[in-house]
């Protein structure tokens, strides 16, 4: 039973556009949603953070939407770059304990 | 170092022998979490501390995976008598959250490679 689900194992979009990742989860108990970015042969990298009490937060050109109702959030980056390319990750924890990971999706920007 | 270190980056063992793979947190930071990542997949999860208590181990796979942080700060993770499904990056993390106390994002090192032959 996976409780945070990834469902595009990959996307494309050209540089300058807008890319949107998605992630859905089955927990409701679930109170602290993060994404990370992920690069070869390296550990995750923080990305941006949303508590269960905001449905959005905003940091450059990083947006993360939560929709408590659906159980499901979303990743913006505009405008995407070259360097965003990456494997990024869905987490989800409850209590500022352990996180539960989706599979990840990688991104791939095109110049 | 500023970030979370681990040691070896890789590890190579032949099925059945034992290996320990070492974490170093970020100073201060109260929460480490050692976590599994199979090729393909996201990390998941096997222990937690809590300083030097481990408050979960409920994501270790068999009584093979045995953790401590007797000090508060470096961890261990040891495997006895290795087998071939061990074969993963194994992930260490910390964060100055105290587990109810606050959320913030875990840091991650660069993983020990894990290969058993």
């Known amino acids: 039973d996976q409780q945070v689900k990834q469902n595009s194992p990959s996307l494309s979009v050209q540089e300058g556009r807008i890319s949107i990742l998605n992630c859905d989860y089955t927990?409701?108990?679930?109170?602290?949603f993060l994404w990370y970015k992920k690069y070869p042969a390296e550990g995750p990298t923080f990305l941006i953070s949303?508590?269960?009490?905001?449905d959005k937060n905003e940091d450059g050109r990083f947006t993360v939407f939560l929709n408590k109702s659906a159980k499901h959030l979303s990743l913006h980056i505009v405008p995407s770059q070259p360097g965003d390319s990456a494997v990024y990750f869905c987490?989800?924890?409850?209590?500022?304990?352990?996180?539960?990971f989706g599979d990840g999706t990688t991104l791939t920007v095109k110049p | 170092g500023a970030g979370v270190s681990q040691s070896p980056r890789y590890k190579v063992a032949k099925r059945g022998q034992d290996v320990a793979l070492r974490c170093d947190p970020i100073s201060g930071h109260v929460s480490l979490f050692w976590y599994q990542q199979a090729l393909g997949q996201g990390p998941e999860f096997l222990t937690y501390f809590q300083n030097e208590a481990q408050l979960d181990k409920s994501g270790l796979p068999s009584d093979r995976f045995f953790a401590e942080r007797p000090e508060g700060s470096v961890s261990t993770l040891k495997i006895q008598r290795t087998q071939q499904e061990d074969s993963a990056v194994y992930l260490c993390a910390s964060s100055p959250s105290r587990t109810g106390r606050g959320n913030q994002p875990q840091h991650f090192g660069d993983g020990t490679r894990l290969s058993i032959l």
């Open positions: 987490a989800a924890s409850r209590l500022a304990g352990k996180s539960t």
């Open positions: 949303i508590s269960s009490i905001k």
């Open positions: 927990n409701s108990m679930f109170d602290y």
